[in-house]
């Protein structure tokens, strides 16, 4: 791929969002992105792939809308939120998100959904037989399954976890092994078509390792340069290490109804 | 701040949040979170801020989003998505956010005020006198005022950066001293109470350094490990430095275009 095809890649994958972008609002006028479009479309290098995040009330936003960034600046792919229903969803942080489809509508032939975590929402979206349902349709076609956070919960319900290494966050990895899990203590666990991630902002690195799977490593520094992704936490405190034991143990027993709740549902719902 | 304080504070703000949830959705059953909420309620440490995030059409979402989630997470804050019109807002790449409020509705008496930023859209909101207006109005009672990415281009066409030290996107800095601002080459420049960051990314180490000034750093160490925020890019390229030069110089010339309209409007509608 030569510079000439990146650029035209990358800047027509912002076209083509500035054009959706205006037709949905008058303010949006765009006439730089418009004519770059027109311009440059005869270099385009396309790939066409369909890409699902599933939303759930009460998930947690960031687990989903990190990765949608990275993996909507992929030119060509399309990148969809389905919901059960087509009102918005609110999240654990009281974030409103308008689905781009339903679940009855959202396409089966796919090559990669996601599904985010959560706590009290991630629980309820275990227990929905419809929300499991849906995910497990969309496994039975996707070339890749992929999860952040406690998503890998979610999987692991629908039975897609059976003997693969997954991780999931630090306070519920110990549930992986009701699924039939391998727990592995990475941010980022390749295990064949599985790909899972683990606390919330590890969606990033996650959509990263799949833009670089898709698209290849010239496509990924691009991504990367782009969204300056060169994190500098202000506090080094993003691993139960770094943040140390009483910080670690006040999250245990904060969360320890939620644990206790959804732990009693894994063991009794498992495929260990 | 002791343990018991703490574990209360940040209880309550996601019991807070699933209460919010449960009210918008059938599906967010929580007995959980409700639970604690009421148990725990005589040890909360309350703190209530104001804080309000500018969303515009084909911003860039996520740095708004990452955002969102950090300063959602302070217990007792009222973090408010504020848009020209109540409909949602579609971003940069195609997701759909409900805004919480419309410029008229908007409290003034805010705590901090965030802009993101992004590329035509961006722009359009420079030339757009509303949302210059809005910012300004906020700008007169907000304790802080902040932006991330191109969002500093915003705060400068509404005259607030003059004579302050900030930061944008590396393509951006440059234009900073058409504000009469001095670019600082950081992740996150904070001078006297403005604080601004730098590309989409960067706004989650800009939440989490306002989390450390507003809260402390013990619950910035709580909401770090919560968010388990222990960043590893797969490629190393958020920078120019680490991507090179040859990436570098392919966004200089896909972005050729919105640089040049946007130094045009800079030059001409500056303070510097």
Redesign the interface.
Known sequence: MN?RH??AS??AA?AA??T???K??A???????S??HSDHSKYHEIKHETIVLVA???M???DL??P??ML??MMGAK?L?AA?TP????????????P?VDFTHCPREIDLFLVPGG???TT??MK?PRTIAFVRELAAHSKYITSV?TGSLILGTAGLLKGYKATS??IASHMLPYFGATPVAQ??VVDRNRITG?????G??LA??VV?MLRG??Y???V?????????????????D???P??????R??FS??LA?TEAFAKGNGHG
Not at 246 to 251: E, K, N, R
């Open positions: 510079r990146l650029m990358l800047l912002y969002a500035a959706r972008a205006t949905a609002n303010l949006a006028t765009s006439p730089a992105a004519h770059s759930y009330p009460m947690t936003a960031l809308l990190g949608q960034h909507a600046s990148v939120i059960q009102e918005p969803i609110t999240s654990d942080t009281g974030l409103k998100i308008v781009d706590l009290a929402g309820a979206a929905d956070w966050h630090w941010r980022v683990a606390g919330v902002t590890a990033m690195d990263l390792t670089n490593e010239d990924t520094r691009m990367t340069l782009l969204a300056e992704y060169d994190p500098a936490p202000p506090i080094h405190a993003g691993s139960p770094t943040a140390g009483q910080t670690t143990g006040i999250l027993d904060m109804d939620w709740d």
